[in-house]
C-alpha cells in the first residue's frame, strides 16, 4: 500500500506540473455581436501574459450564418494573421492571429459573408 | 514489526491523491488557471457597451474615418512630423464610429510618442506624453491601457522593461507598415 500511493502521489505531482506549463488562457465573452455585411470594431483588447500570443474566437451559440471575424492591430489598424471565415453552425475556435507579444492591442472586428444578410443577438467568445 | 496504519487513514490518503488528480483535471481541462469566463467583463472602448452593433456614432467608412483622423492631428498633440496618414481604414474596411477613430489616433499617437523618445526627438516632451497617454480620453478606462500604464511606468523610472519594449516594437513595427500605406496612398508617412 505504501508503494501504491507513493505511486499514486507521484503521478499527480508529475499530472500537475505538466498542467502548470499548458497555456493560461484569458477568456472573454462578447456578447451581442450583431453583424451586418459591413465590418466594424466590437471592441478592442490585448494579448494576455498567460497565453502562448495567439487571438482565437468562437461563436458560443449556433450561429445561422458564415461570418468573418478579424484582429486589426490598434495602431494602424492592420490586419493580423488572415480573417477567420467561420461557416455557419460552427462553434469551434477559430485562430485570428498569433506570435504577439503580452499586452499587444487589437481591435475585434466581425461581418457577415458578403451575400449573408445580417446576424443579431449572438455570442462569442475571445480567447488570448 | 511495522504498525498497521488506521483504515481511516489510508482512506484519506487515498480520497486526497483522487481528490487533487481530479482539481489537476478540472484545472487543466475546464478552467485553465488564469482564465477568465466572467460573463459580464466587458473590455470595450470607453465604457460598457449598451447593445449589440458598434459604439459611437458611426461617421462612415474608410474615407470618413480618414478625414476624421486628420482633424484628429490637428488637435492631438504629435511629434514634429506626425500625421495618421499610414492607419490603414481602407485595409480594415467597413464603417467606424467617432469612437474608434479617436481609440486609433490616439493610440497611434502614443506609438509616435514612444518612437520620438527611442530616436531622442522632442525628449522632455515624448518623455511627458508617454507618461499622459495612458489617460487620454479614448485610451483610459480601455483593456490595452493596462499595457500603457505597465510602459510608462517602466519609462518612468528611466529605464525600457519588457512592458515599454513590447510596445515600442509593436510601434515600430505599425510604422513601417504605416509608411507603406501612406506612399501607396499619395501622403506623407508619419516621421
Given at each position: ?124 467568445n475571445l480567447r488570448r | 514489526m511495522t504498525r498497521a496504519r488506521p483504515r481511516w487513514r489510508r482512506r484519506a490518503l487515498v480520497l486526497g491523491v483522487l481528490a487533487a488528480i481530479a ?115 479614448a485610451l483610459r478606462d480601455t483593456e490595452p491601457a493596462a499595457a500603457l500604464v505597465a510602459a510608462a511606468r517602466e519609462v518612468l523610472t528611466g529605464g525600457s522593461g519588457p512592458a ?28
Open positions: 500500500m505504501p508503494r501504491a500511493l507513493a505511486g499514486s502521489l507521484l503521478s499527480c505531482l508529475l499530472f500537475l506540473a505538466l498542467a502548470a506549463t499548458a497555456w493560461a488562457w484569458v477568456f472573454t465573452d462578447i456578447i451581442d455581436f450583431d453583424l451586418t455585411e459591413t465590418a466594424y470594431t466590437y471592441g478592442v483588447y490585448s494579448i494576455s501574459s498567460s497565453g502562448d500570443g495567439s487571438a482565437s474566437y468562437r461563436w458560443v451559440d449556433d450561429p445561422n450564418h458564415t461570418t468573418v471575424i478579424s484582429g486589426n492591430n490598434c495602431s494602424d489598424l492592420a490586419l493580423l494573421g488572415g480573417p477567420a471565415t467561420i461557416a455557419a453552425h460552427d462553434v469551434a475556435y477559430h485562430g485570428l492571429f498569433g506570435g504577439a507579444s503580452a499586452g499587444a492591442c487589437f481591435a475585434l472586428r466581425g461581418r457577415v459573408a458578403t451575400g449573408a444578410g445580417s446576424m443579431y443577438d449572438h455570442d462569442g | 482539481g489537476g483535471l478540472a484545472a487543466s481541462i475546464v478552467l485553465p488557471a488564469g482564465a477568465d469566463v466572467s460573463k459580464t467583463e466587458r473590455w470595450v472602448t470607453g465604457s460598457e457597451k449598451p447593445d449589440g452593433g458598434p459604439r459611437g456614432t458611426v461617421i462612415g467608412g474608410p474615407r470618413e474615418a480618414r478625414e476624421a483622423a486628420a482633424r484628429a492631428a490637428q488637435k492631438l498633440p504629435l511629434p514634429a512630423g506626425g500625421n495618421f496618414n499610414g492607419i490603414r481604414w481602407e485595409e480594415a474596411g467597413g464603417i467606424f464610429t467617432d469612437t474608434d477613430v479617436a481609440f486609433v489616433t490616439q493610440y497611434n499617437a502614443t506609438c509616435q510618442w514612444y518612437r520620438a523618445l527611442k530616436d531622442g526627438r522632442e525628449l522632455e516632451r515624448a518623455a511627458r506624453m508617454v507618461q499622459e497617454a495612458p489617460g487620454w480620453p515599454a519594449g513590447a510596445l515600442l516594437e509593436q510601434c515600430l513595427a505599425a510604422h513601417a507598415r504605416e509608411v507603406t500605406w501612406a506612399e501607396q496612398m499619395g501622403l506623407a508617412p508619419s516621421t
